[in-house]
């Protein structure tokens, strides 16, 4: 099989996972609001109606972004980058930002609800690979400051809005970024330290999100406490079993599980359909990543290859953390799992990821192998010159 026929085939197979990763979430979702039959079929369907306009919207951004050349993207990723800044200090103005649980995350415009974070994350990956794409010769100073400059005002922001899991996924991607581009270690290595290193800081320096690693910690002491969603979430995997207990007949989501819609959806998968189909969940991220590492080596330039590797890794990386934190791998970081979770705005920033791939494959590099002459023999004297 040539590499063009790949290319072509791993477009149609990453289309085809995050449709049936969007079905199933669309599927668990109707089945979680099932627990709000009691209140008419108003409640139960409204979410539904929702994510459905989320998505409508998020495929119109995903043909946009899959149509229009990305280097189009790249000339103005300056200008993207300070849009979605400016959106992400717009949830500090009253009467437009919204403040759920201690965290101003949100700006609420006409009943619909933004997250500017995940705007902001796809905003930085396209300037930060552009930036590093022009300046790949000179990767000491310049190169390396700004980028890095740039990362650590948006982490301020975010850790001033209580969002350290966005900030830590901004710190993640810069990080992949430097190393694709083969920034030197002495250069690379500081940029994690100083990066996760702060966060753990600043997030001892909160009370909520102490609680929260300590009921990581010590998790049968505080199950009771900031340990209580991943204890009912343990609870819901494990009573799956490998078949699962039936569409629609979780009991974790009656209410014993609080946030089972958006960042603790997972473990509704497998208690309803069991360990395989989680599994299967599972591989459909790995399909994910491996096509995007597809996409990435063949990109026609540098920073098609840095835009590639690092959206990629925030999609991966963000299902990975989800993941592990519904499983008690990982403290709770608020992370929505991609394409499944009940959130239009995570959906929007997957959607552009995935536009953003698809341009990257249909304007990908595959050569086909030139043809080879060779004579094979047939006889004393003889021979057939064949083409390989």
Partial sequence: MNPSTIQRQVGYVLLVTVLSLMVLGIVMLLSISGKLAAEGSGAIYGALQKQGAWMILGGIACAVVSRVDYHWFVRRSGWILAGAAFLLLL?????????????????????????PSEVVKWALVLFT??????YQRRLLWKGVLVPFAVTVGLVLV???????GSAALLCTALTVLLFVAGTPKRYLLPVPLLGFGGLFAMALAMPERRARLLAFLHPEESKAGKGYQVYQALIALGSGGPTGLGLGNSRQKMYYLPEAPTDFI??????????WVSLAVVLAFLVILLCGGWITLHAPDPTGVLL????????????MVNL???????????????????????????????G??????????????EPVETILPQGRGQGATVRI
């Avoid at 791998?329 to 995935?354: A, D, E, M, R």
């Avoid at 953003?356 to 192998?369: A, K, T």
Wanted: aromatic share 10%.
């Fill in 91 to 115: 949830v500090f103005v009253p009467h437009l930002g919204k403040k759920v649980n201690g965290s101003w995350r949100w700006i609420s415009v006409g009943g619909m609800t933004l997250q």
């Fill in 129 to 134: 690979a552009s930036w590093l794409g022009r």
């Fill in 158 to 164: 975010l850790v001033v809005s209580r969002d350290l």
């Fill in 266 to 275: 997972f473990p509704i998968v497998g208690e309803e359909m069991g360990l």
């Fill in 308 to 319: 590639g590797a690092g959206l990629t890794s925030l999609m991966a990386v963000q299902a």
């Fill in 324 to 354: 592990c934190v519904v499983t008690a791998l990982l403290p709770n970081k608020g992370l929505p799992l991609p394409f499944i979770s009940y959130g239009g705005s995570n959906l929007l920033f997957c959607f552009l990821c995935v």
């Fill in 356 to 369: 953003m791939l698809f341009n990257l494959q249909r304007q990908g590099v595959c050569e086909d192998p």
